[in-house]
């Protein structure tokens, strides 16, 4: 998983079954210290997570599939938690 | 998964049937501000989009997930075709 912030978000129409009903957000990557990278990709949320939120993004393919509740969809990145805080040991 | 544009298609008659029947479209990976960002790759469509287009690919594992038959060999899939993106700061994009 990482820590990442929402900063968007995609509207689609046209898409595969398996995302129909689901927010695509997209997130850009943070360092644990939460300064952005510039590295930013797509994510389905699965917390109603809201823009400038920080939030924990699994991208693992089986776990994906267990947090949406599909069988075998083709999803690999998912918003599964809303970050309140991080504390790093200095 | 990642936002791309279709640039371009890939003919090939000869290839694993799996494929058989499923348009190759190379895609060029874009960042967020729809920037180019890494190198262009080709994906299977299941989406029926077109060039020019913006989409959304997902890749490795998950990717063969998108096609109907259980096992076959494709890493990266386009799933969607993007209407809007929308920040805070206004909209990026719009089709």
């Given at each position: 998983m990482f820590i990442a912030r929402v900063i968007g978000e995609v509207v689609s129409t046209i898409k595969h079954p398996a995302l129909l009903g689901k927010k695509l957000l997209v997130v850009e990557k943070l360092t644990e210290r939460g300064e952005p990278t510039g590295d930013s990709q797509l994510a389905v949320d699965s917390v109603s997570a809201g823009e400038g939120d920080r939030v924990l993004v699994l991208d693992e393919g089986s776990s994906a599939a267990l947090v949406t509740d599909l069988d075998n969809p083709p999803i690999r990145t998912v918003i599964v938690g809303v970050i309140d805080s991080v504390d790093i040991e200095d | 998964m990642d936002l791309c544009r279709v640039i371009g298609t890939v003919w090939a008659t000869v290839k694993v049937d799996t494929l058989s029947g499923y348009r190759l479209l190379v895609v060029q990976p874009l960042s967020h501000d729809l920037k180019?960002?890494?190198?262009?790759?080709?994906?299977?469509?299941?989406?029926?989009?077109?060039?020019?287009?913006?989409?959304?690919?997902?890749?490795?594992?998950?990717?063969?997930?998108?096609?109907?038959?259980?096992?076959?060999?494709?890493?990266?899939?386009?799933?969607?075709?993007?209407?809007?993106?929308?920040?805070s700061s206004g909209p990026l994009f719009r089709r």
């Amino acid at each position: 998983m990482f820590i990442a912030r929402v900063i968007g978000e995609v509207v689609s129409t046209i898409k595969h079954p398996a995302l129909l009903g689901k927010k695509l957000l997209v997130v850009e990557k943070l360092t644990e210290r939460g300064e952005p990278t510039g590295d930013s990709q797509l994510a389905v949320d699965s917390v109603s997570a809201g823009e400038g939120d920080r939030v924990l993004v699994l991208d693992e393919g089986s776990s994906a599939a267990l947090v949406t509740d599909l069988d075998n969809p083709p999803i690999r990145t998912v918003i599964v938690g809303v970050i309140d805080s991080v504390d790093i040991e200095d | 998964m990642d936002l791309c544009r279709v640039i371009g298609t890939v003919w090939a008659t000869v290839k694993v049937d799996t494929l058989s029947g499923y348009r190759l479209l190379v895609v060029q990976p874009l960042s967020h501000d729809l920037k180019e960002s890494g190198l262009p790759v080709v994906a299977v469509d299941t989406v029926s989009a077109a060039p020019g287009q913006l989409v959304y690919i997902v890749k490795s594992r998950e990717a063969s997930k998108a096609l109907e038959e259980r096992f076959n060999p494709v890493d990266a899939a386009i799933v969607g075709i993007v209407d809007e993106v929308r920040t805070s700061s206004g909209p990026l994009f719009r089709r």
